[in-house]
Every structure is written in C-alpha cells, then in structure tokens.
C-alpha cells in the first residue's frame, strides 16, 4: 500500500501587537528619549497598565506600554473578556523555555519597530513586567543586558535556573522587585528566595514588599520613577 509522503514545517504569521507610546512634551534629545518598556499581566493589556501607572507629572523618559500578541479569554460568564498574553504555559519546564524565547524575540522584534518609527532611545531602556510579563521581562533583562539597563519585576517570580551563563555574567545590573506580601497567585516566598540568589551572584537586586496582594497598587508608580530615573541617568 503506498503511502503519502509527511512533511512538517512552519509558516511565519504575522500578530498585530498594540502598544500605546508616551513621549515627553518638547523635542526629543538627539538619540531619541530613553524609554521604559512596560508588559501586563496575562489577559491585560498595554492601555490597562498605562492607567495603572498613571503619572501625576509629565516625565524625563518616553514609556512604551506593549500588549502582547496572542488573544486570551479572561472570566467566566457575562465578566468574560478577551484580554492579550506573551506565552502560553503548561507547567513544562522545556515548553515554557521555548515560549520565553519565542516571546523574547517578538519583545525585541516590537521595539526595533517601535524605534524605526519614534524618536525613543533603543540603547537607555529599562523593562518592567507584571504578572506574566514580568516572568518576560526579567528573562529578557536579565539575558539582553547589552539592550536593557535595568529591569523592575512586580508580582512575579524570577527564573534564575533558566538564565545560565547569563546569571553567572550579571554583577552590578539594577534589578528593583515589587511584591505583596498577601500575594495568592504568585507567593512571595520563591521570589525572595530568588532575590537572594540574585544578590548572590552580584547583581544589584532590591525586593520591596508591601502589604497587599497581585494587583498593582497605587503606590507602585514612585517607587518606579525613582528607580527608572536612578537607572536610565546613570
């Protein structure tokens, strides 16, 4: 019986990524702004992040709020909404390296984008992550710190056992961490654990807690401003 031949390979598909830029009043230096690059939670959005971050005072930076690429249906019910997320996640240590590398690369595909169109500075960049983006953001910091001078992790765990050899090269790079002590969808534990190992190989890690739980607090802005300004000066 002859059977048919079995190919497999991929197709590339392109995903639209929204994101909403803010850029200083006056004219842009002439590198450009530099600028931090902000990742929701799952099932959030860029425009959801940029109202919790509000800023009571215009800035000295450019902030890209980015929304991820892949749809993602959030609730149950008539509270159901479609949402956005990075990567998908089983709970495979192998699978959910190879979607933060797949995410990496969009994350960094989006900003060359963003660059070539806007007057912000690709090489003064700090990333902040919440949730599910902050899991992105500290692998892609902490990796590409030729790319991003400084990381801010709220809400989340950071994965020092997948970074290798780039864990062992990050003395000396600016990592502030925000979590809630009352935390039930991340706990706080794995992440102070993670700090110390962090602190351990070099790398300049703070980890404030405060006294709620994932959400981002209202007085979670100051504490950003001071670190990105601290950062991006430096």
């Known amino acids: 019986m002859n059977t048919p031949d079995s190919i497999q390979e991929t197709c590339a598909c392109r995903l639209e990524t929204p994101f909403r830029l803010e850029l200083p009043p006056g004219s ?3 590198g450009g702004h530099p600028l931090l690059v ?3 939670f799952r099932g959030g959005s860029g425009e959801r992040l940029a109202r919790k971050l509000q800023s009571p005072e215009p800035l000295p930076y450019a902030r890209l ?3 991820g690429p892949i749809p993602a249906v959030i609730g149950e019910g008539e509270a159901r909404r479609v949402g956005y997320s990075w990567y998908s996640y089983t709970g495979d240590r192998a699978a959910l ?5 797949r995410a990496e690369s ?3 595909d989006c900003l060359e984008q963003v ?3 806007h007057p912000v500075d690709l090489d003064r960049m700090v990333v902040l992550g919440h949730s599910q983006g902050g899991y992105l953001a500290s692998f892609a910091a902490l990796r590409r710190r030729n790319r991003f001078r400084g990381l801010v992790a709220v809400s989340c765990r950071i994965k020092h056992e997948v970074l290798g050899e780039a864990l062992e090269a990050a003395a000396g790079f600016p990592v502030l961490g925000i979590h809630g002590e009352r935390d039930r969808s991340v706990l706080p534990g794995p992440q102070k654990e993670a700090f110390e190992i962090l602190c351990d190989h070099g790398v300049e890690a703070v980890l404030h807690l405060h006294g709620g739980g994932h959400a981002v607090r209202p007085g979670t802005w100051p ?3 001071a670190f990105v300004r601290r950062v991006l000066q430096e």
């Open 28 to 30: 842009a230096p002439a």
């Open 38 to 40: 902000a990742l929701h």
């Open 65 to 67: 709020f980015l929304s």
């Open 97 to 101: 390296l190879e979607e933060l590398v």
């Open 106 to 108: 969009c994350l960094l």
């Open 115 to 117: 660059g070539g169109r």
């Open 223 to 225: 504490l950003v401003d």
